[in-house]
């Protein structure tokens, strides 16, 4: 079926690093842009990144644009976050999702996965 | 970027009708998207393209669209439908922009 599943998550010191990861299941990966959304404790969904189907494009949200980097293997079927300098702020559940085209420049997802949560704490 | 302005909660009796409704600041229009998210789990759509329905979501679930504001109503509501709620557009770049959230509540 299709599926998403993410790993990586876990409990990192302030300044330090961390790589999410995403493997994908069940449908064609490569003809399909992806994206992370991320949701802090009690709050709700904010974007994070997203990149084409071929990697050749990707935009991030102005709160994480220099510190994080997504990036996909199409030959692995899974998509990455790498995370540095990471802040207190950054702590959330980390989904990534599957970028549906419906039209005039128009995407949502319905696909996403179960999500890891970060935590960033000393 | 724009931002899109929920009401935080929508209290209603099963049976009832509750409307959700996501108003943008500004243009250009794209389509809106609606998530349900309960607790301890992923969002899941329920509305796509403004107004139309994925499958597998009840007939109960309903969107529309007028000027800046869209609109989720949920006909006859039921006890399986208290969740988060979610409203979603994008930009030409293929970000999304998520609404604020509102909570259904079901008295």
């Known amino acids: 079926q299709v599926q998403l599943v993410e790993s990586g998550g876990g409990v990192v010191q302030p300044g330090r690093s961390l790589r999410l990861s995403c493997a994908a299941s069940?449908?064609?990966?490569?003809?399909?842009?992806m994206h992370w959304v991320r949701q802090a404790p009690g709050k709700g969904l904010e974007w994070v990144a997203v990149m084409s189907y071929d990697g050749n494009n990707k935009y991030y949200a102005d709160s994480v644009k220099g510190r994080f980097t997504i990036s996909r293997d199409n030959s692995k079927n899974t998509l990455y976050l790498q995370m540095n300098s990471l802040r207190a702020e950054d702590t959330a559940v980390y989904y990534c999702?599957?970028?549906?085209?419906?039209?005039?420049?128009?995407?949502?997802?319905?696909?996403w996965g179960q999500g890891t949560l970060v935590t960033v704490s000393s | 970027s724009y931002e899109l302005t929920q009401p935080p909660s929508v209290s209603v009796s099963p049976g009832q009708t509750a409307r959700i409704t996501c108003s943008r600041d500004?243009?250009?229009?794209?389509?809106a998207y609606w998530y349900q998210q309960k607790p301890g789990q992923a969002p899941v759509l329920v509305i796509y393209?403004?107004?139309e329905r994925p499958s597998g979501i009840p007939e109960r679930f309903s969107g529309s669209s007028s000027g800046t504001t869209v609109t989720l109503t949920i006909s006859g509501v039921q006890a399986e439908d208290e969740a988060d709620y979610y409203c979603?557009?994008?930009?030409?770049?293929?970000?999304?922009?998520f609404g604020t959230g509102t909570k259904v509540t079901v008295l």
């Open positions: 393209k403004d107004s």
């Open positions: 500004a243009l250009p229009k794209q389509y």
């Open positions: 979603q557009s994008g930009d030409s770049s293929g970000a999304y922009v």
């Open positions: 069940g449908f064609t990966f490569s003809t399909y842009a």
């Open positions: 999702a599957r970028g549906d085209y419906y039209g005039s420049g128009s995407y949502s997802s319905s696909i």
